[in-house]
């Protein structure tokens, strides 16, 4: 029988991996010089995401999304050919089936891992600065230092919201919960007034009479 219950767990993570995905591929874009979204274009891309978990779950898998860790090394060696990745998965699928080198990089210092990965994350967070910046954001308006604080803090504070209703039981945590609120803040919250040149104008006009 479906377990609804499953489903309403899952179901919010399907909002953070679409969210990972855009982000990963407006980075990409800025690293390679080519929108991806245009070209070949969101649609596309999410449609390749969707059909990859699919047949990832009808296997038995996990599911499938783009990994920031990967936009990371596309950004440091500046390495972006898809034949290039295509051969290196490849290589990693051959070298899975081998016990000897599985267990020669379980012998990587863990010192070592460390240092990569701080390297792999703060790239990650770095670019998603990187596209705040070249995106104009503007964090003078409250809106939007409401929105960015909320996830921020939502998404690293390990905060958790639980529905239980009868048998059902669902709890939503993490950057499921982050983004979901992002999105609900983002569609709620109004749109601040922004001046006009000629109020601007006048205000200052005003402000050399007092004077």
Request: with cysteine; aromatic share 6%; net charge neutral.
């Amino acid at each position: 029988m479906p377990n609804f219950s499953a489903l309403l767990t899952i179901a919010p993570i399907a909002l953070v991996t679409m969210a990972e995905h855009i982000g990963d591929h407006t980075s990409l874009s800025n690293i390679i010089g080519k929108d991806l979204l245009k070209e070949p274009g969101l649609d596309k891309t999410l449609l390749g995401d969707g059909v990859a978990t699919f047949v990832a779950g009808f296997l038995g898998g996990p599911a499938n999304t783009t990994y920031g860790e990967n936009t990371s090394v596309v950004g440091m060696t500046k390495v972006a050919s898809v034949w290039v990745i295509g051969l290196a998965a490849i290589f990693a699928i051959c070298l899975g089936f081998l016990g000897k080198f599985t267990a020669l990089v379980s012998t990587i210092p863990n010192a070592v891992l460390g240092g990569v990965s701080l390297l792999l994350y703060g790239f990650i967070a770095v670019n998603g600065l990187k596209v705040l910046i070249q995106n104009q954001v503007d964090f003078n308006k409250t809106k939007n230092v409401i929105v960015a604080s909320s996830m921020l803090v939502l998404g690293l504070g390990g905060a958790a919201i639980s529905i239980v209703s009868g048998d059902l039981s669902v709890t939503i945590s993490g950057m499921s919960l982050a983004a979901i609120i992002g999105i609900l803040i983002n569609l709620f919250l109004p749109n601040e007034k922004e001046e006009t040149l000629d109020t601007k104008k006048q205000d200052k006009k005003k402000e050399k009479a007092t004077v």
